[in-house]
């Protein structure tokens, strides 16, 4: 079981008002599929609509630094907003609500779909977006502390998570083969790194009516490495003409395609037991561990 505290919306109002912002407490309403914070949002006395980020464990506060970092870095550089902090402490982090509304949305465990994913719109955009990450400055997001990797950093990242990984769980042997034959294979692998916000997906994305992507959120790990990291959760979700649909975007908007990229996005999806093994070793929480077990290793 989980030792994370419980929050009400009378504490979470509480801590609110520790950080100097007074909050309705009947307005006050829960999002809690995040795994590293409990994300609240409440409307203000005067009106104003706030998000506020409670950080599950002191781990994921460490982080908080780091990803004020990030955001100095990207504010101003693209199309879409993102969050502007003006509450940060290792308790609570707060700032005032985005325009849009999430594409994405899980509901009693279930993920729940707020638009067309096969929109050309929501595809265009998508693709102008990840070109418009994929322009900051690499120099520029090393030179403000952010983890930057070597296309030969990105892989061997790789290699000492799946062996970490494997000296703690019991790894089947079919997922065990598939991913060191990837990790064997240089065609996979780009010969270049870009900033990337690395969970791209539609929770991350608010959109308008229309589809068009009006803010882009939790920026955790954001740092610069595989250029796929942005297109594997489309690949995932989408059909092959909406994931070209939005490669054509990217490319008209500058970006630059390595080779194999489908096939990378569909490498680093089934790769993604073993950055939950690894973060389930961080957490220590067992229900993390359990189920990260599962995945590594699976009943059928």
Request: glycine letters at 4%.
């Amino acid at each position: 079981m989980s030792d994370e505290p419980e929050f009400t919306a009378a504490s979470v109002a509480e801590l609110a008002q520790e950080h100097g912002l007074n909050i309705d407490s009947t307005s006050v309403t829960f999002n809690e599929a995040g795994l590293d914070y409990l994300v609240a949002f409440a409307v203000a006395r005067d009106n104003k609509h706030w998000v506020l980020r409670i950080p599950r464990r002191p781990d994921v506060s460490a982080k908080i630094a780091d990803e004020a970092k990030i955001l100095k870095l990207v504010k101003g550089k693209l199309s879409a907003a993102v969050p502007d902090w003006r509450i940060r402490s290792r308790s609570l982090v707060a700032y005032p609500a985005l325009p849009g509304e999430p594409g994405l949305t899980v509901e009693d465990g279930q993920p729940v779909w707020h638009f067309d994913r096969e929109s050309s719109t929501y595809c265009a955009a998508l693709g102008r977006l990840i070109a418009q990450l994929h322009r900051i400055d690499a120099e520029q997001a090393h030179a403000a502390g952010i983890p930057t990797l070597t296309p030969e950093e990105v892989r061997e990242e790789w290699r000492t998570n799946l062996a970490k990984v494997e000296a703690e769980f019991q790894i089947a042997d079919n997922l065990l083969e598939r991913w060191n034959a990837w990790l064997a294979e240089d065609s996979y692998w780009p010969d270049f790194t870009v900033f990337t916000h690395g969970e791209l997906y539609p929770a991350h994305l608010l959109l308008d009516e229309n589809a068009e992507i009006r803010s882009v959120l939790d920026w955790t790990t954001a740092k610069v490495a595989d250029p796929a990291l942005d297109f594997m959760f489309h690949h995932m979700v989408s059909t092959p003409e909406a994931f070209d649909l939005t490669v054509r975007s990217y490319l008209d908007d500058g970006g630059r395609v390595p080779p194999r990229l489908a096939d990378q996005c569909a490498e680093l999806m089934a790769a993604a037991p073993i950055s939950y093994g690894v973060y389930a070793m961080t957490t220590g929480n067992p229900d993390h561990q359990a189920a990260a077990a599962a995945q590594l290793n699976p009943a059928d």
